[in-house]
């Protein structure tokens, strides 16, 4: 039997779309079974500086559909620091919270890993970023509406590179992850990505270039992650003019556009899932985990899991591109 009473809920780091249907998901779930719901905003930085309410299931009608966070975000630098946390665990304590929901990527979810340690509080993430970069769940949530965001944006920047047969470096987010980038380049048929994980393997551009980018195509697109790995991409547009300036090069950079938007059904079912999952654990007194979904199924991942490992990102996808994009 779970002794917990109340749970405090909040969104951390970077905003992605369906982060609104968690916090949906979860506070309905919680009420459902009995539980009080208070709702911290801005992140960490509302434990810290106390600015909490109780949520109701109004609180969060007719919200699902929207991008960013009713909850609001914010990366919390005095929560990172020891006098930091033990005010936030003040706060919980005044405000009865004996729980966390705390829905964000990779540095949300190693504040919560120490602020559990530290103080053995019971808390329970959600991969929320459109990164995809969380080891142990296939997904995580916002990165489905961040790709078709990509694609929209590369179908456009096709247009225009076709007409004046240009070669077009599109810069994606993502961190230091390349999965925006690589599945976004199959899913617009971009001619080629350079991504983070490869690039102390190989020379990308060489590559592309060797593969004879223009054998049966006037334009081009080449999908980079923003990495300083990589470079970016005006490293790679720089590059060409100078080592091959019979190209026309052009450079776009999708920026935040990609962290807006409503999310697509996909977010919105995942986010819907693992909300109401991540209150079935806290039932089952279950503590620092991170909620994920594999072969979509419901998994636990330990927070020390979702974190210290690099999520690895397939070979096959990059040898998919490859071959479709002759
Ligand atoms: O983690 C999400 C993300 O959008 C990354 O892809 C990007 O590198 C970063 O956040 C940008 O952060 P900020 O909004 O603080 O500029």
Redo the contacts with the bound molecule.
């Keep these: 039997m779970a002794t917990v009473k109340c749970i405090g809920i909040l969104t951390s780091?970077?905003d992605?779309p369906g982060m609104n249907a968690a916090v949906r998901a979860v506070t309905r779930a919680a009420i459902y079974k009995g539980l009080t719901v208070k709702g911290i905003y801005r992140g960490y930085r509302g434990l810290v500086y106390d600015e909490i309410e109780e949520f109701k299931s109004q609180n969060v009608s007719n919200i699902i559909q929207l991008g960013g966070t009713i909850l609001k975000t914010a990366?919390c630098a005095e929560f990172m620091t020891p006098e930091g946390r033990k005010t936030a665990y003040d706060t919980m304590q005044k405000h009865g919270i004996d729980a966390l929901v705390i829905i964000g990527?990779?540095g949300s979810l190693t504040g919560a890993r120490i602020f559990a340690q530290e103080f053995d509080v019971p808390c329970i993430g959600l991969p929320g970023?459109?990164?995809n970069d969380l080891y142990g769940t296939d997904t995580t949530i916002g990165y489905d509406t961040a790709l078709n965001t990509i694609l929209d944006a590369v179908d456009k920047i096709r247009d225009t590179a076709t007409s004046h047969d240009r070669l077009f470096f599109v810069e994606v987010?993502?961190?230091d992850a390349g999965f925006?980038a690589l599945n976004g380049a199959i899913a617009s048929g971009a001619e080629a990505a350079i991504i983070p994980e490869f690039s102390t393997e190989v020379d990308q551009l060489e590559e592309f270039i060797k593969n004879g980018f223009r054998k049966s195509k006037n334009s081009s697109i080449v999908i980079v992650a923003?990495s300083e790995l990589t470079g970016g991409a005006m490293h790679y547009a720089e590059r060409v003019k100078k080592e091959y300036p019979q190209y026309d090069v052009r450079v776009t950079i999708l920026g935040?556009l990609?962290?807006g938007g409503s999310p697509t059904a996909h977010d919105r079912i995942l986010a819907s899932r693992l909300g109401a999952a991540a209150i079935d654990a806290i039932m089952e007194d279950q503590r620092n985990v991170m909620m994920g979904i594999v072969h979509d199924e419901i998994v636990y991942v330990p927070f020390s899991k979702a974190i210290k490992n690099d999520k690895p990102i397939k070979r096959e996808l990059v040898n998919v591109l490859r071959e479709l994009s002759i």
């Design positions: 780091g970077g992605a990366r990527g990779d970023t459109i990164d987010m993502g961190r925006l923003e935040h990609q962290r």
